[in-house]
Structures are given as structure tokens and as C-alpha cells.
């Protein structure tokens, strides 16, 4: 019956041509030989009609693919894939680049352009931008080394006297603090009578005080998580300015120590001693504003919140809104403005000459001033970012 073949045929390819291989495989599989012998060619059209109301029935059930269903699996897949780390399709088959990605591919590009930057600083044709450009590279050096020695060294007599309490943090903290000191004064005295270059009592010197200055910062930031220092607001600041007090102490004490020790042999000053002299005097700054800008920014954190911040990394953050993190910005502008007003002080005090050399002068006080607030604003700039960035994103 060759009509019904080219008939069944040509129903076929529509069918596949239409989109429905389920109704093509029907038509296909209604060959000639399984209809009956006395078919007519009208049978067989009404037959490939009941046949393709099948198709559309079976189309129609649900335990087929619907639009929906599938729409939520692919939802699940890019899900699945955003956890793995690949990168899911969006509309149009491009792929979604996840914020992970793209912030390490922000990191790595930022890292080139900052090296590039650095190679074109040091090679400055000014002489004074090559010489800002490494002693910035220096006190960064210094700076992670200081952070990598002294948490160790804290993690390590932490773990061995079983210390887990907050006082017992305290402890640590004051009694590495009074060592640091104590090996930084003795250091570089040694260093001083073994003639050692001027280049290295600075360089030893930055380490050894950022040291000292670590565990000066985390002994008062300590003393404000206390029990009195959470129910009393004002307490806050009498722990800043203890602090304050017993460094000013120490370092005064240590310049007439100084001077009387360089004038003692032979009544006059030797270039070590004045190389050695001014060593001890940086550190000693260095160690005062680190830990004083610090606790500040910890007071004025304490004063939006109500309540003391946790300030390491492995501390759960507090909720923060919007408006703590706009007067932690404040805080952090004021405390420029302070570091440009004590500047202009400091250069016109040197300008005219009102300072004494004698013990602490007027000039090296007012400059340790301007170097706190220095310090207090960079430390405020920082936790503003990770206050910002709770609130964009909580970490919970």
C-alpha cells in the first residue's frame, strides 16, 4: 500500500520537523504491517488521527518536563556551581561571574598597578619622593614582621600558662610589654657600643618598637574590656589616659638616662651616642603612638556603640548600622584635622626655635602628639571599613 506508506511518511517528518519525536516515534512505529489486511486508506486517516491525539494526551501528563520544573532545576544547578566556584550562565548563555571572583580578580590587578607604582616612586627623579617612598617600604617590612614575632610569641605563653580568660590576656599582654621594653632599651645600647652603623639601630630599632608597641596597644585595649570598663562609659578614657601617663613616664625617664650615660665617660656627646640617642628617642615615639592612637580609637568606637568592640580578627563582630559607621568616619576626619593642625604647630615651632634639647623638648612632644592622631585616624579608617562593609554585608 504505497499511499499509506508515503501517508504515514510524510507524518513522520512533520512531526520530527514540528518538534514532537514522540508523535513522529508513533507514527512510525503504525507501520503498514501492523495494520490490519482490509484496511482502507480511511481507517488508516483515522487511525493516525487517534494516534496523534495520544501524542498530545501524553504531552499534556505530568510526569512530563514542565517549564517550571525546569526553570528550578537550572536555579538549583547555578546554585550548586556558585558553591563549587564555577561561574553560573545567565539570560543568553554568558556566565555570572561570582563577587568572590571578581574581587580576587580586583586584588590581583590592584597588586600590579601598586608594584608599578613602587618602581616608579623609588626611581623618582625628586630625591626626597625616593627617600619618603623607603621609609614607607621599611616601616611596612617592619610593621607585618612586628604583627608575625609578637603573635606568636603571645599565642605561644598564652597556650603554655593555659591563659583563656580576659585578665589573664591582660597579664600577658603587660608583662611581654615590660620584656619587650626592657630587651628594646638594652639592644640597642649593645649595638650602640659595638659601633653599629646608624642604618642598623634604625632598622632594629623599628622592629623591636613596633614589638614593644603591639604589646602596649593590646594591654590597654584590654584594660577597656574589664568589668568596670563595660558599665562605666568614662572609665573608658581613664584607661587612655593612664596609659598615656605611665609611657610619657617612661620615656622621660629614659632620656635623662641617656644623657647622663652619653655624658658620663667623658663629659661629651661621641656620633654614636648621638646616632644611639635619637635611635631610642624614634622607637620610644613610635611605641607611644602606636598604642595611645590605638585605645583612642577603641574609646571613640566605645562611645558610638555603648559597649566595648572586639578588635582581632577571630572576635565576632557586633551589629553595627549605617549611622555608627558615618560617626566612626567622623571621628576618623577629626582626627586628621588634628594630625594637620599639630603639623602646622610643630613646623612653626621649629621655624622659630621655641624648644628646648634638654630631658623631652616642646618640639619631639608636640610631634608625638601629631603622630597619635596620626595613628588614631588611620585605625579609625580601618575599622570604618569593616564597620561599612557590615553593613553592606553582615558577616553574622
Request: proline share 4%; glycine share 6%.
Amino acid at each position: 500500500m504505497p499511499s499509506i506508506s508515503r501517508l504515514l511518511a510524510a507524518a513522520a517528518s512533520s512531526a520530527l520537523l514540528l518538534g514532537a519525536p514522540a508523535a513522529a516515534a508513533v507514527v512510525v512505529r503504525t507501520t503498514p504491517a501492523a495494520l490490519p489486511a482490509d484496511a482502507s486508506p480511511a481507517s488508516d486517516v483515522q487511525a493516525l488521527g487517534a494516534d496523534a491525539r495520544k501524542v498530545r494526551l501524553l504531552r499534556q501528563r505530568s510526569d512530563l518536563p514542565d517549564v517550571k520544573e525546569l526553570k528550578k532545576d537550572e536555579a538549583k544547578k547555578e546554585a550548586a556551581a556558585m558553591k563549587e566556584g564555577a561561574a553560573p550562565k545567565a539570560e543568553g548563555g554568558e556566565h555570572k561571574v561570582p563577587s568572590a571572583a571578581r574581587a580576587y580578580a580586583v586584588g590581583l590587578l590592584g597588586s600590579v598597578v601598586l608594584v608599578m607604582c613602587v618602581f616608579y616612586l623609588v626611581n623618582w627623579p625628586d630625591a626626597d619622593v625616593r627617600l619618603s617612598t623607603w621609609q614607607v617600604l621599611s616601616m611596612t617590612a617592619s610593621i607585618f614582621s612586628a604583627v608575625l614575632i609578637y603573635s606568636t610569641a603571645s599565642e605561644f605563653m598564652k597556650e603554655q600558662l593555659h591563659v583563656h580568660r580576659l585578665g589573664g590576656n591582660v597579664a600577658v599582654d603587660a608583662s611581654m610589654f615590660v620584656v619587650a621594653y626592657i630587651a628594646l632599651q638594652v639592644t640597642l645600647f649593645a649595638m650602640m657600643k659595638g659601633h653599629a652603623e646608624r642604618s642598623k639601630l634604625a632598622s632594629f630599632g623599628g622592629v623591636m618598637a613596633h614589638i614593644t608597641g603591639f604589646a602596649a596597644m593590646y594591654t590597654g585595649a584590654g584594660l577597656l574590656h574589664v568589668e568596670r570598663a563595660e558599665d562605666n562609659p568614662g572609665f573608658t578614657w581613664l584607661v587612655v589616659f593612664v596609659l598615656g601617663l605611665v609611657l610619657y613616664a617612661l620615656t622621660l625617664i629614659g632620656a635623662k638616662l641617656r644623657n647622663t650615660t652619653a655624658l658620663a665617660d667623658d663629659g661629651v656627646v661621641s656620633e654614636d651616642e648621638q646616632a644611639w640617642m635619637e635611635a631610642v628617642d624614634d622607637v620610644e615615639d613610635d611605641v607611644t603612638c602606636l598604642a595611645i592612637g590605638f585605645c583612642i580609637m577603641q574609646a571613640f568606637r566605645r562611645s558610638i556603640i555603648g559597649k566595648p568592640n572586639p578588635y582581632l580578627a577571630a572576635d565576632p563582630p557586633l551589629l553595627v548600622q549605617q549611622v555608627h559607621a558615618n560617626w566612626l568616619l567622623v571621628c576618623a576626619v577629626g582626627a586628621a584635622l588634628l594630625t594637620v593642625l599639630f603639623a602646622r604647630i610643630r613646623h612653626s615651632m621649629k621655624q622659630a626655635g621655641t624648644y628646648n634639647n634638654d630631658g623631652i623638648n616642646s618640639l619631639r612632644f608636640v610631634g608625638v602628639i601629631r603622630n597619635t592622631w596620626s595613628t588614631c585616624f588611620a585605625w579609625c579608617l580601618i575599622f570604618w571599613i569593616e564597620w561599612q562593609g557590615d553593613v553592606v554585608d553582615p558577616r553574622g
